[in-house]
Each structure stands twice: as C-alpha cells, then as structure tokens.
T-cell receptor, first 114, second 110 residues
Framework: NAGVTQTPKFQVLKTGQSMTLQCAQD?????MYWYRQDPGMGLRLIYY???????DKGEVPNGYNVSRLNKREFSLRLESAAPSQTSVYFC?????????????FGEGSWLTVV | KNEVEQSPQNLTAQEGEFITINCSYS?????LHWLQQHPGGGIVSLFM???GKKKHGRLIATINIQEKHSSLHITASHPRDSAVYIC????????????FGKGTHLIIQP
C-alpha cells in the first residue's frame, strides 16, 4: 500500500541509550518531515528535508540527528536519549506545496525514555 | 513564522449537530491543510485547499485567503467524528513552510 511507513511503533529507552526511528515513503515525494507531538504543544518540527541529501533544522532539533540518504527514506536518530524526548514522533511527506497535494503521515512512534 | 489560532480548543456536541471549527493565521499562504487525528491514532489529511470551498461527504472546508481564515464544518455530526482536528497553513517548502494549529478536540455524544 502507498503511504508512509514508520518504525518502531513503540519503544522504551533508558536515559543515555541511542536509537533510530525509520521512515520510508513510496510516493516519490520530495519533502519529508520529522515532528514530535506533546500534550498541549501541537506538532513541532524537528527536522525537514527538501530532497535527497539535504536537511534543515526545525523548531526543536536539539538532541536529534537525521539522515536522508535517498528519496524514499528519512531517519531520525537520538544519540543519547533524555526523558525530555519522551513523546510521540511522526514522519510526514508531501510531493509539493501547491493545491492538490496531500500531506501523508506515518502512524506514529510512541517513545518513552526512563 | 506563521501564527496559527484555532477555535474552539474543545467542543462537545450532540449527535446530529452542525459543527464549525475555525482557523486563523498571520502570514500569507499558498494552501491550507485540514487534518484529523483519532485518540491514540495517526494523522490523516481531510482537505488541502487554496481557495473557495471543498466538500467530502459530510465535511466542508472553506478558506478566505485575503482574510487569512479557514473553517471546517461537519454536517449531521456522528460519534465517529470525535477526534482532534488540526489546521495547517502551508506557505511553501522549507522548515517554516508548514505550521500547525494546536488542534480542536471534538467529542460528539450519542
């Protein structure tokens, strides 16, 4: 099925551990995003990628790194997890920013750092 | 950065009622997305519109680009419409191109 595939769905980490959230889309989209969603805060952008090999910091990039090695995949890495990174993470993609283009989201990754 | 205001933040209504959710933003945009998120669930796109009105089933979205305002209407509301509705003004690519409202929590009681 076409769409955005995001893994893992649930993860519990200990403080200081590292992990990578994987995201892949099969719709040939150029723009990809990583967001975190916290109660009362809405969706906040962590990193954005306009195309393969390019990434830009968003509103809350500290503690995260990203990689866009090809057009399909955009991964998010937590090098040394902290309790403040407990959140729900969403990957998203869109073909372009003009009328008729839908934004697609992954199903979300629930991350708890203890 | 686009400042996005959604209202109301929370809304509880009875089944069958006509629902309106409003979204105002501060910076000119090329289009606006309306999104739906069920409790504990993923986020799905309902509409992307750049002018006028769009209708999908019982959902209607309108936008006034000059007034920087959009509305989402639900006719004949049903308990399955209970969800968070999020507006997202889209001013193009880049890290600041897409911004999100904090969402409207809608509960439809049978």
């Amino acid at each position: 099925n076409a769409g955005v595939t995001q893994t893992p769905k649930f993860q519990v980490l200990k403080t200081g551990q590292s992990m990578t959230l994987q995201c892949a889309q099969d719709m040939n989209h150029n723009s990809m995003y990583w967001y975190r969603q916290d109660p009362g805060m809405g969706l906040r952008l962590i990193y954005y990628s306009a195309s393969e090999g390019t990434t830009d910091k968003g509103e809350v990039p500290n503690g995260y790194n990203v990689s866009r090695l090809n057009k399909r995949e955009f991964s998010l890495r937590l090098e040394s997890a902290a309790p403040s990174q407990t959140s729900v993470y969403f990957c998203a993609s869109i073909l372009g920013h003009f009328s008729g283009n839908t934004i697609y989201f992954g199903e979300g990754s629930w991350l708890t750092v203890v | 950065k686009n400042e996005v205001e959604q209202s109301p933040q929370n809304l509880t209504a009875q089944e069958g009622e006509f629902i309106t959710i409003n979204c105002s933003y501060s910076v000119g945009i090329s289009a606006l997305h309306w999104l739906q998120q069920h409790p504990g669930g993923g986020i799905v796109s309902l509409f992307m519109l750049s002018s006028g009105k769009k209708k999908h089933g019982r959902l209607i979205a309108t936008i006034n680009i000059q007034e920087k305002h959009s509305s989402l209407h639900i006719t004949a509301s049903h308990p399955r419409d209970s969800a968070v509705y999020i507006c997202a003004p889209d001013s193009g690519g880049g890290a600041d191109g897409l911004t999100f409202g904090k969402g409207t929590h809608l509960i439809i009681q049978p």
